[in-house]
């Protein structure tokens, strides 16, 4: 009964393809993210999903497009894919209960581009 | 621009002796900061998250404390499963999509 959880966790593509990753939380958040994470182990958001609703789109390729077919499950596609975009990707899922916060993490997609 | 500097970028300790991991943030108002542990191969494990100045919060043999500027992770006679890579991250006041600004991480090694 994993919180976030995420597939597939590996992912070895050849550039110029497209592929999906795939994000649920069974915690009953209003909120998910997408995070990327490079070599250095930078964290940096690219998308949030509020209920359905895109609410933050940073400034990240349109090669790349998240989808939320619902609150619990948040999805990224990516078109096209380069060199560049090998790293990891992680999704979260965000508790606020009176002005408390926590994020979850799940266990992250790894993403190599040959 | 809201920025978070975590130092030192790598600490090696010996079982028992205990440091602390500074967090520097510049943020438009601040409305939390976190956090976390990552192990190699896992996702980021929460472990605090603080909101005002002079507030701190333990967990084992965590202790992390805030001012106006800085967050410091204090740990009190680490053990070898203690070592992780730690992040820090910030949320601005001036948005309430609960977008995270982290730093580049502490990566602690402690030797048994």
């Known amino acids: 009964d994993t919180a976030v959880s995420q597939t597939p966790k590996y992912l070895v593509t050849q550039m110029g393809n497209d592929k999906s990753i795939k994000c649920e939380q069974n915690?009953?958040?209003?909120?998910m993210y997408w995070y990327k994470q490079d070599s250095k182990k930078f964290l940096k958001i690219m998308f949030s999903?509020?209920?359905?609703?895109?609410?933050i789109n940073e400034t990240v390729p349109n090669r790349f497009s998240p989808k939320s077919p619902d609150k619990a499950h948040l999805n990224l596609h990516i078109n096209s894919l380069e060199l560049g975009d090998s790293a990891v990707y992680f999704c979260?899922?965000?508790?606020?209960?009176?002005?408390?916060?926590?994020?979850?993490f799940g266990p992250g997609t790894r993403l190599l581009v040959l | 621009e809201d920025q978070v500097t975590q130092s030192p970028e790598a600490l090696r300790l010996q079982e028992g002796e205990s440091s602390s991991l500074n967090c520097s943030y510049t943020?438009?108002?601040?409305?939390?900061l976190f956090w976390y542990r990552q192990d190699p191969g896992k996702g980021p494990e929460f472990l605090f998250t603080?909101?005002?100045a002079g507030e701190e919060k333990e967990k084992e043999r965590l202790k992390a404390t805030l001012t106006k500027k800085e967050s410091f992770l204090h740990i009190t006679a680490p053990k070898p499963e203690d070592s992780a890579t730690y992040l820090c991250?910030?949320?601005?006041?001036?948005?309430?999509?609960?977008?995270?600004?982290f730093g580049q991480g502490t990566t602690l090694q402690v030797k048994p």
């Open positions: 979260a899922s965000r508790h606020l209960l009176a002005a408390q916060e926590t994020q979850y």
């Open positions: 915690l009953g958040h209003d909120t």
């Open positions: 991250a910030v949320q601005s006041s001036s948005s309430n999509t609960g977008k995270l600004i």
């Open positions: 603080l909101y005002s």
């Open positions: 943020v438009s108002g601040l409305r939390g």
């Open positions: 999903y509020n209920n359905k609703e895109l609410i």
